[in-house]
């Protein structure tokens, strides 16, 4: 079994940054691709960054330029640095791992407020 565990959500005013973190535990072999998605109220959940094993990273449009997804491998964690948040960021984010030869996982997810 994989578990994800997420920190670093709150509450934020427009125009500040936080930092996410995803660590992952249990029984891994490698990670592959792992990221984070949001959804907010009344909305699918959309996807907000993915970066494979290697390091490449894909953004969603709405929040290129303003935020970075990173990871250490040697700790099964993946990191995403907001900056210049905005109100329509407010979601509860997830991060999600592609876990070889078990499958995908997510976290129990974390509240992001973008509010003054």
């Known amino acids: 079994q994989v578990q994800l565990v997420e920190s670093g959500g709150g509450l934020v005013q427009p125009g500040g940054s936080l930092r996410l973190s995803c660590a992952a535990s249990g029984s891994i072999f490698a990670i592959n691709a792992m990221g984070w998605y949001r959804q907010a109220p009344g909305k699918e959940r959309e996807l907000v960054a993915t970066i494979t094993r290697g390091g490449s990273t894909n953004y969603a449009d709405s929040v290129k330029g303003r935020f970075t997804i990173s990871r250490d491998n040697a700790k099964n964690t993946v990191y995403l640095q907001m900056n210049s948040l905005k109100p329509e960021d407010t979601a509860v984010y997830y991060c999600?791992?592609?876990?070889?030869?078990?499958?995908?996982?997510w976290g129990q997810g974390t509240q992001i407020t973008v509010s003054s």
């Open positions: 999600n791992a592609a876990v070889v030869t078990s499958g995908r996982f």
